[in-house]
């Protein structure tokens, strides 16, 4: 069994920083990518940033030049975000996709993390 776990939302005025953190665990083999999505209410979600085992990333307009996605090992995924504005207020999603011990592929989800950029 494969688990995501997200740390690091919160409340934050605008201008100020956050880091989002991601950790797998369970039966895993490899992790390939890992990103971070968000989601508004009553919206579908959409990629914020995300980075490939080999360490591309790739970045939403919205997050290009304020917010950077890292590895911090084989296994976790940090989010940094700087200048935050009052619409990066969303919940926020780690998304992983992993093969297993049984060699299957699949997309992982974590639960999320509440991000609140006040005004």
Partial sequence: QVQLVES???LVQAGGSLTL???ASGSI???NTMAWYRQYPGKQRELVAAITYYGSTDYADSAK???TISRADAQAVNLRMNALK???TADYYCNAVIEDLTRTTRDYWGRGTQV????
């Fill in 8 to 10: 690091g939302g919160g």
């Fill in 86 to 88: 009052p619409e990066d």
């Fill in 116 to 119: 609140t950029v006040s005004s």
């Fill in 65 to 67: 030049g304020r917010f």
């Fill in 29 to 31: 083999y490899r992790i």
């Fill in 21 to 23: 953190s991601c950790v």
